[in-house]
Nanobody, 126 residues
């Protein structure tokens, strides 16, 4: 079965850290684009980060650059999102999504992605 499964969400205090995982099954992440997106209650979905797994440069939205790091572990067929210095504004459901690699840097545009995971909740609260 072709799917993406996220995990690693939870509740942390401001300033804390979480590492989200996105495990792919039924296909390989050796050549792929993976994006992380989030949706907070009452807000539009927004892109967080993306990576093209053949060592193209990763991309980040401005508000998370320097705090979040996306990485890929090919033997585990998993993409991670390390999130540090979390703030309440990072509270959202986080989804990973897949797009076919096309030799270009990944796009921070959800319309480019056609396979989505179910999401994992991240809550930052004191």
């Amino acid at each position: 079965q072709v799917q993406l499964v996220e995990s690693g969400g939870g509740t942390v205090q401001p300033g804390g850290s979480l590492r989200l995982s996105c495990v792919a099954s039924g296909f390989s992440l050796n050549v792929a684009k993976i994006g992380w997106f989030r949706r907070a209650p009452g807000k539009e979905r927004e892109a967080v980060s993306c990576i093209e797994t053949r060592n193209f440069p990763a991309r980040y939205r401005d508000s998370v650059r320097g705090r979040f790091t996306i990485s890929v572990d090919k033997p585990k067929n998993t993409v991670f999102l390390q999130m540090n210095s979390l703030t309440p504004e990072d509270t959202a459901v986080y989804h990973c999504a897949y797009a076919p690699a096309d030799g270009l840097v990944c796009e921070l545009d959800p319309r480019e992605y056609d396979l989505w995971g179910q999401g994992t909740q991240v809550t930052v609260s004191s």
